[in-house]
């Protein structure tokens, strides 16, 4: 037997008792006349004791390194010190008998709580990481949680449903990961970037709620914390409107936040997208804190000022406290504005000071009525700051979201356990590309438009609506769905406005839009990432810290290093025939 109890389980009611362990030695310690070995496993820590009376056992015990595995047989007795600190504080095992069950080499980081392992090197040995207790609380939260929402949605009614890996492109925007097939020369299979097609089908199959907690896999350039594959909670109701499937996700999160955090967010605030870009220059605008976008557009039009009078949009946001600035700080701002990843040309602050006057950059301009007007609109009050660019709209308020959100993370507003939570809805169906002059479905194509925008699909494409919605947490979509296209018809109409040709559309979707003809009842669904949903709720920001294998931001995995080179003989099975520039020849 290994064992009698976990390493996490002793208490002083179990004094006196014999008991069997196994686990990996955390630390040795050398007191001369005993010595003590902390004995580690998922469950907790258990001070092994060593003394003096049994000599060969303690040579053992201080030959052992740091992760060997071992068993030890001993019996429970009283601390003479107690360590509080630890459930299992209050006792040792004076062992009887030591056993090592595997050796271990020198770990290359510690095994600890803070280690001095850095991120690629922590990758590299993924299991040793695995190891460490924070780590492992990452992993049983998300199993937790992953168990909450299959208990949760299996209650709702939702049947979960396995669907394919090998299957053929589903456009969610992103590039396939595709498969060669063996069997049949020169045909891929695509992995989903998600089972939309088949979710849809499902609900043809009159399964009427589907749910699957399933792996999706996008081939995208890499952006700072994605992975090229990911879980979503993906889902599917038949007759439904919008509101039946708000309501019902609503409940789930609702629940999940009240589970894991005692928190009741219900009801969930919900904003147009129009609203959202216009008070917070984003589409999944974090309503933890204020410092809304104000528009002074038409304060500024016929003022000297050109850079103003001549743009589409000008705005800005008040940032609370802000007129303690020191110009370097605002230099600061400037500069971050100007980055590219930004792209903003420069920045006008005006210090509402404490006392009421107006400090700016731009007096020479404007004066106190006009700064008055401008607090006003943009909320500031007594001994803030206001900060404005101006420029195109769409683009102006995005930088400016993208301002208040840094501001906000500076000045620490982004507190990681407050939960905030709202749905974005009427979304624009469609989106103009200009690289490709063609129009992109902002969702995906299976979106059905609000039905009273359902007839300017003909003539104004651009100002259709879609009948869809984001759930945003904290300022991160969380999840994305919509009532679908169930008639053929109308199916046929999106897929010629987004530049299919009829054949192109058959070719690809025909099995959809036959389906549609046998009876497909009205139907929608959405999706949440697991991975995201789950770091945030831990009150972190990395997702890659809440699963167990991740890649890279390269895309890679290090530790099995992936992806390789396959041999000659694999790529010949498969029909597939190299051309590689010379510098990456295998
Ligand atoms: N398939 C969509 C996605 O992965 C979600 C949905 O529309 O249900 O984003």
Redesign the pocket.
């Known amino acids: 037997m290994y064992r009698t109890h976990t390493c996490g389980e002793l208490r002083a009611e179990d004094i006196g008792k014999p008991v069997v362990l196994s686990g990996w030695v955390q630390r040795v310690r050398d007191l001369g006349a005993v010595t003590f070995v902390d004995l580690r496993d998922r469950y907790g820590i258990t001070q092994l004791a060593f003394s003096k009376d049994k000599p060969e056992l303690m040579e053992q015990a201080k030959k052992l390194g740091r992760e060997y595995v071992v068993r030890v047989e001993g019996k429970v007795r009283e601390r003479e010190s107690k360590n509080p600190k630890l459930p299992t504080g209050d006792i040792e095992i004076d062992v009887d008998r030591l056993e090592v069950l595997n050796p271990s080499a020198l770990p290359p980081f510690l095994i600890e709580d803070q280690t001095d392992g850095g991120e690629e090197l922590r990758a590299k040995y993924r299991y040793l990481d695995i190891r460490r207790r924070p780590v492992q609380q990452n992993l049983i939260f998300r199993s937790r949680v992953t168990q909450a929402v299959r208990n949760y949605l299996t209650d709702q009614g939702f049947i979960e449903v396995e669907t394919p890996y090998l299957i053929k492109s589903?456009p969610?925007g992103a590039r396939d990961f595709v498969v060669p097939s063996r069997l049949h020369p020169g045909q891929f299979y695509a992995l989903p970037?998600?089972?939309?097609t088949f979710?849809q089908l499902l609900m043809v199959g009159g399964m009427d709620k589907y749910m699957q907690i399933v792996k999706?896999f996008r081939d995208e350039d890499l952006r700072a914390d994605r992975q090229p594959e990911f879980t979503?909670i993906?889902?599917?109701m038949s007759f439904v409107t919008r509101d039946d499937v708000l309501r019902t996700f609503e409940g789930l999160i609702a629940h999940l936040l009240h589970k894991f955090h005692g928190i009741e967010p219900r009801p969930f605030p919900r904003m147009t997208y129009d609203e959202a870009m216009a008070r917070y220059g984003t589409d999944k605008p974090d309503i933890r804190f204020g410092m809304e976008l104000g528009e002074i557009t038409p304060f500024v039009k016929d003022k000297d000022f050109k850079v103003f009078a001549a743009s589409e949009y000008t705005g800005g946001i008040a940032v609370p406290g802000g007129a303690s600035f020191s110009r370097k700080q605002i230099d600061g701002w400037t500069e971050w504005v100007k980055r590219p990843q930004v792209g903003a040309k420069g920045l006008v602050w005006v210090k509402y000071n404490p006392d009421g006057t107006f400090k700016s950059s731009v007096d020479k301009f404007f004066g106190e009525e006009d700064f008055r007007a401008w607090a006003e609109i943009t909320g500031a009050r007594p001994g803030d700051l206001m900060l404005f660019l101006s420029g195109p709209k769409d683009q102006t308020r995005k930088q400016l979201g993208m301002l208040r959100l840094e501001l906000a993370n500076r000045m620490g507003l982004r507190k990681p356990f407050e939960f905030a939570p709202l749905w974005i809805t009427d979304f624009p169906l469609l989106e103009w590309d200009e690289e490709t002059g063609r129009y992109h479905a902002m969702?995906?194509p299976?979106?059905a438009p609000l039905p009273e925008d359902e007839h300017l699909l003909d003539t104004d494409p651009a100002r259709v609506r879609a009948n869809?919605y984001d759930l945003v947490l904290n300022g991160n979509e969380i999840?994305?769905?919509?009532i679908?296209i169930h008639r053929r018809d109308l199916q046929e109409k999106m897929f010629e406005l987004l530049g299919f040709t009829p054949e192109e559309a058959r070719r690809q979707f025909g099995f959809l839009m036959k389906a549609f003809e046998y009876g497909a009842p009205p139907h929608?669904?959405?999706?949440i990432g697991l991975d995201r949903l789950v770091a945030l709720m831990g009150g972190e920001e990395s997702i890659r810290d809440f699963i167990a294998f991740p890649k890279n931001t390269s895309g890679r995995d290090v530790m099995i290093d992936a992806p390789d080179y396959i041999s000659e003989e694999q790529l010949r099975e498969l029909h597939l025939k190299l051309d590689l520039p010379d510098d990456k020849n295998p």
């Open positions: 589903t969610e970037q998600s089972p939309q979710k999706c979503q993906d889902c599917e969702h995906h299976f979106t869809a999840g994305g769905g919509s679908r929608g669904g959405i999706a």
